[in-house]
């Protein structure tokens, strides 16, 4: 039995030997540990192209079919036939993953997701490791994206009450290629990307990517977008047992602010949509408004294998993220205001978030009788630091404006500058020991474990808080025949005050101040039930039931004063299928229900924008869509011609806990054509939002939604040598 077991770990893990040298590359992010991307992965990718066996994380002790969670691969060949070009672009493909924004802090022009009804924007990860700085993501330098759905404090730690997002980059591996693509489109769009790998003789290779990218927001008057960045990493060692990988993420962008559109007051009514003005309608001014962020981060890995079933890694990260910006916000139209004219107030934040990090694990694969093991044990700490800078105004603000026609070239009688020295600082220090454990019982079970222990610390400039706290997850898996299996899987987390480090969502007694630092982490637990199948020419195929409840969780006992004493309820269904339907014929697609309550509130009545007030006991969560659908699919017609399209459907979304305040549902309609000139060069065009249709893709608890790109066409002559 133990040949068996060195045979299956061999083919999992002997070509991340190779390939998880290959460095993970930086990203546009910050934190915590290197993931490996086996070169028998990729290699699959291009067979199926959005279908994938094995997480690219060595947490995961099993292959995706046999672990007992949902988790949905999102694979580069997905993000380049559906022109997504950022972070929540890839997302849109998965359902169940809403946006929202925030009144000011990190959260609040930065990616904020929300996975199975909980807000996850501290759980997104780079390659394994936490990326806690505030920012906007983009896709150029991402092989895959990885979401891990349900509580999952033993694989992550704090947060991810409703999952994690693991973003893996693209890092030099034994290959020889030039590649990229360069795009042109409508609403000024203009894009090019370069992708070049070399081996240097037989046991060393580089590899550079790069972005430069500026177009106008469709539908949005006087929004666009400017980013440009680049990662150079170094492989050596990539054929012996030891290896060394470094690489550097820098990226920046110099962007339009853009509040979107102000709810409005209709005075008693129950639901409040946003203003109903054309959707190009911009209250923002072009002299003040802006936005600037800007990553560097470095990383090293080294690794060695003992042996096939005994590997040993050290990964060290320091980085360094900047958001900086400038906006205006239309304040909320209220009953009885002057009729056509909307208030206006100015927002500027700047923060920079400054993190090292180090993660020790060791892979091992071994039998104890007729019973084998996969496991992953490791230690990680982290250090972060986020300064705030306080802006320094001059002039008075240009308001009220006509709410329908306002002119951004007008002047804001504003200036805005910077203290030189920081207002306030956070500083977070996280220790963290972990172990998994695949446990193949017999040919038809399967045991998964996952044990976490962590201790965090954080203080700013007004108090501080220590937690330690465990987290758990187990799972058992029944193989019913080759092609399909059923899973039952129970898990845990925990979500301490001041998880944003300062940088972040700052409602609800998340921030850290004298009255909450002495609140314990709220706990989450969750039931899952499901199963995976494949079948045809390699379509993967996934159903699953669960309920998740968040315990502990914080709620108003009186005005501004927390206590652990409340409860959040989510049960949902989740359907997927991803792969190939034959030869010729891809899919991506998914289902997700979500069925949210807060059960159990505190005393205090709060008003209908805090959760877990009196007020809103038994309404559902904010920023969650109850349905939700998307469907992508790809058919060669012809053996140098692919034609595609997809739907993506979002049910209304609430914005704030009393549910007073909400987006209506839509359907996004998109469309791609790809044409191959020769094996070296093709054609493609994308078609986004086919109908031009008004929608809302993030929505914020009290003032505005921010309103999503129109309709976009663009062409990209791809190449890769």
Same mark, same amino acid.
């Given at each position: 039995?133990?040949?068996?077991?060195?045979?299956?770990?061999?083919?999992?893990?002997? /070509?991340?030997?190779?390939?998880?040298?290959?460095?993970?590359?930086?990203?546009?992010?910050?934190?915590?540990?290197?993931?490996?991307?086996?070169?028998?992965?990729?290699?699959?990718?291009?067979?199926?192209?959005?279908?994938?066996?094995?997480?690219?994380?060595?947490?995961?002790?099993?292959?995706?079919?046999?672990?007992?969670?949902?988790?949905?691969?999102?694979?580069?060949?997905?993000?380049?036939?559906?022109?997504?070009?950022?972070?929540?672009?890839?997302?849109?493909?998965?359902?169940?993953?809403?946006?929202?924004?925030?009144?000011?802090?990190?959260?609040?022009?930065?990616?904020?997701?929300?996975? @199975?009804?909980?807000?996850?924007?501290?759980?997104?990860?780079?390659?394994?490791?936490?990326?806690?700085?505030?920012?906007?993501?983009?896709? *150029?330098?991402?092989?895959?994206?990885?979401?891990?759905?349900?509580?999952?404090?033993?694989?992550?730690?704090?947060?991810?009450?409703?999952?994690?997002?693991?973003?893996?980059?693209?890092?030099?591996?034994?290959?020889?290629?030039?590649?990229?693509?360069?795009?042109?489109?409508?609403?000024?769009?203009?894009?090019?990307?370069?992708?070049?790998?070399?081996?240097?003789?037989?046991?060393? #290779?580089?590899?550079?990517?790069?972005?430069?990218?500026?177009?106008?927001?469709?539908?949005?008057?006087?929004?666009?977008?400017?980013?440009?960045?680049?990662?150079?990493?170094?492989?050596?060692?990539?054929?012996?047992?030891?290896?060394?990988?470094?690489?550097?993420?820098?990226?920046?962008?110099?962007?339009?602010?853009?509040?979107?559109?102000?709810?409005?007051?209709?005075?008693?009514?129950?639901?409040?949509?946003?203003?109903?003005?054309?959707?190009?309608?911009?209250?923002?001014?072009?002299?003040?408004?802006?936005?600037?962020?800007?990553?560097?981060?470095?990383?090293?890995?080294?690794?060695?294998?003992?042996?096939?079933?005994?590997?040993?890694?050290?990964?060290?990260?320091?980085?360094?993220?900047?958001?900086?910006?400038?906006?205006?916000?239309?304040?909320?139209?209220?009953?009885?205001?002057?009729?056509?004219?909307?208030?206006?107030? =100015?927002?500027?934040?700047?923060?920079?978030?400054?993190?090292?990090?180090?993660?020790?694990?060791?892979?091992?694969?071994?039998?104890?009788?007729?019973?084998?093991?996969?496991?992953?044990?490791? *230690?990680?700490?982290?250090?972060?630091?986020?300064?705030?800078?306080?802006?320094?105004?001059?002039?008075?603000?240009?308001? /009220?404006?006509?709410?329908?026609?306002?002119? /951004? =070239?007008?002047?804001?009688?504003?200036?805005?500058?910077?203290?030189?020295?920081?207002?306030?600082?956070?500083?977070?220090?996280?220790?963290?020991?972990?172990?998994?454990?695949?446990?193949?019982?017999?040919?038809?079970?399967?045991?998964?474990?996952?044990?976490?222990?962590?201790?965090?610390?954080?203080?700013?400039?007004?108090?501080? #808080?220590?937690?330690?706290?465990?987290?758990?997850?187990?799972?058992?898996?029944?193989?019913?025949?080759?092609?399909?299996?059923?899973?039952?899987?129970?898990?845990?987390?925990?979500?301490?005050?001041?998880?944003?480090?300062?940088?972040?969502?700052?409602?609800?007694?998340?921030?850290?101040?004298?009255?909450?630092?002495?609140?314990?982490?709220? @706990?989450?637990?969750?039931?899952?039930?499901?199963?995976?199948?494949?079948?045809?020419?390699?379509?993967?195929?996934? !159903? !699953?039931?669960?309920?998740?409840?968040?315990?502990?969780?914080?709620?108003?006992?009186? !005005?501004?004063?927390?206590?652990?004493?409340?409860?959040?309820?989510?049960?949902?269904?989740?359907?997927?299928?991803?792969?190939?339907?034959?030869?010729?014929?891809?899919?991506?697609?998914?289902?997700?229900?979500?069925?949210?309550?807060?059960?159990?509130?505190?005393? *205090?009545?709060?008003?209908?924008?805090?959760?877990?007030?009196?007020?809103?006991?038994?309404?559902?969560?904010?920023?969650?869509?109850?349905?939700?659908?998307?469907?992508?699919?790809?058919?060669?017609?012809?053996?140098?011609?692919?034609?595609?399209?997809?739907?993506?459907?979002?049910?209304?979304?609430? #914005?704030?806990?009393?549910?007073?305040?909400?987006?209506?549902?839509?359907? @996004?309609?998109?469309?791609?054509?790809?044409?191959?000139?020769?094996?070296?060069?093709?054609?493609?065009?994308?078609?986004?939002?086919?109908?031009?249709?008004?929608?809302?893709?993030?929505?914020?608890?009290?003032?505005?939604?921010?309103?999503?790109?129109?309709?976009?066409?663009?062409?990209?002559?791809?190449?890769?040598?």
């Amino acid at each position: 039995m133990q040949k068996t077991t060195t045979q299956k770990y061999d083919s999992a893990l002997k /070509p991340a030997a190779a390939a998880v040298a290959l460095l993970f590359a930086g990203s546009a992010f910050s934190a915590e540990e290197a993931g490996v991307l086996p070169e028998l992965q990729v290699q699959s990718k291009k067979d199926n192209p959005y279908a994938v066996q094995k997480s690219a994380n060595q947490k995961f002790t099993a292959p995706l079919k046999d672990t007992p969670k949902s988790v949905t691969v999102i694979t580069e060949d997905l993000i380049r036939d559906t022109g997504s070009n950022t972070f929540q672009d890839a997302l849109r493909t998965t359902p169940g993953i809403t946006f929202g924004s925030g009144e000011g802090g990190g959260s609040a022009l930065t990616d904020r997701p929300f996975i @199975r009804g909980f807000d996850s924007q501290s759980a997104i990860f780079v390659d394994g490791l936490r990326d806690i700085g505030a920012q906007t993501r983009e896709v *150029f330098a991402i092989e895959q994206m990885e979401v891990l759905k349900g509580p999952s404090g033993a694989f992550d730690g704090r947060g991810s009450a409703g999952g994690s997002i693991n973003i893996v980059t693209k890092r030099a591996k034994a290959d020889n290629f030039t590649s990229g693509s360069i795009g042109l489109g409508t609403d000024r769009y203009r894009r090019a990307t370069f992708d070049g790998n070399y081996m240097i003789g037989e046991d060393a #290779a580089i590899r550079l990517v790069g972005l430069v990218h500026d177009a106008d927001v469709p539908g949005r008057d006087s929004v666009d977008v400017k980013r440009w960045g680049f990662m150079p990493s170094i492989t050596l060692g990539l054929n012996g047992p030891t290896s060394l990988s470094a690489n550097w993420y820098h990226f920046e962008t110099d962007d339009m602010s853009d509040r979107g559109l102000p709810y409005t007051d209709n005075s008693g009514t129950l639901y409040h949509r946003p203003l109903h003005v054309s959707k190009d309608t911009f209250y923002g001014f072009k002299d003040k408004d802006y936005q600037k962020t800007g990553s560097d981060i470095g990383t090293l890995e080294f690794k060695h294998a003992f042996s096939d079933d005994l590997v040993l890694r050290n990964t060290a990260r320091y980085g360094v993220t900047k958001n900086k910006y400038v906006t205006t916000r239309a304040l909320v139209q209220a009953p009885g205001a002057a009729s056509g004219l909307l208030n206006l107030n =100015n927002q500027a934040r700047y923060t920079k978030t400054e993190t090292i990090s180090n993660l020790t694990d060791l892979s091992i694969a071994f039998a104890t009788g007729d019973i084998n093991h996969n496991v992953n044990i490791g *230690f990680e700490w982290s250090k972060a630091e986020t300064d705030q800078f306080a802006a320094i105004t001059s002039g008075t603000l240009n308001s /009220p404006v006509n709410m329908y026609d306002p002119d /951004p =070239n007008r002047s804001s009688g504003l200036d805005v500058s910077w203290s030189g020295t920081p207002s306030s600082t956070t500083t977070s220090r996280n220790r963290s020991l972990y172990a998994f454990d695949s446990i193949e019982l017999n040919d038809k079970w399967l045991l998964n474990a996952g044990l976490r222990y962590d201790k965090f610390y954080v203080k700013n400039n007004v108090a501080d #808080a220590e937690h330690t706290f465990w987290n758990y997850q187990l799972g058992a898996v029944y193989k019913i025949n080759s092609q399909g299996n059923v899973y039952v899987s129970y898990a845990t987390s925990s979500t301490p005050v001041g998880l944003n480090n300062g940088d972040g969502n700052q409602e609800n007694g998340n921030n850290l101040v004298a009255n909450t630092a002495n609140l314990r982490p709220e @706990r989450t637990k969750s039931f899952e039930v499901g199963t995976k199948w494949e079948v045809l020419d390699g379509l993967a195929l996934t !159903a !699953a039931a669960f309920y998740t409840q968040k315990y502990d969780a914080r709620v108003l006992t009186e !005005a501004d004063v927390f206590a652990n004493a409340g409860e959040v309820d989510v049960k949902g269904i989740e359907l997927s299928a991803a792969g190939k339907i034959t030869a010729k014929w891809n899919v991506f697609a998914g289902y997700t229900y979500l069925d949210t309550e807060q059960s159990k509130t505190g005393d *205090f009545l709060g008003g209908s924008t805090n959760l877990g007030s009196a007020a809103n006991k038994g309404k559902e969560l904010p920023g969650i869509a109850k349905n939700s659908a998307s469907v992508w699919t790809t058919y060669s017609v012809l053996p140098d011609l692919t034609l595609g399209g997809g739907a993506f459907y979002v049910d209304r979304v609430h #914005a704030d806990p009393g549910n007073s305040l909400y987006v209506p549902s839509y359907v @996004r309609w998109d469309a791609m054509a790809n044409y191959k000139i020769d094996d070296r060069i093709s054609l493609q065009l994308n078609l986004q939002n086919l109908t031009d249709k008004r929608y809302f893709n993030q929505t914020y608890t009290r003032h505005f939604a921010t309103v999503a790109p129109g309709r976009l066409a663009f062409v990209s002559l791809n190449f890769k040598f």
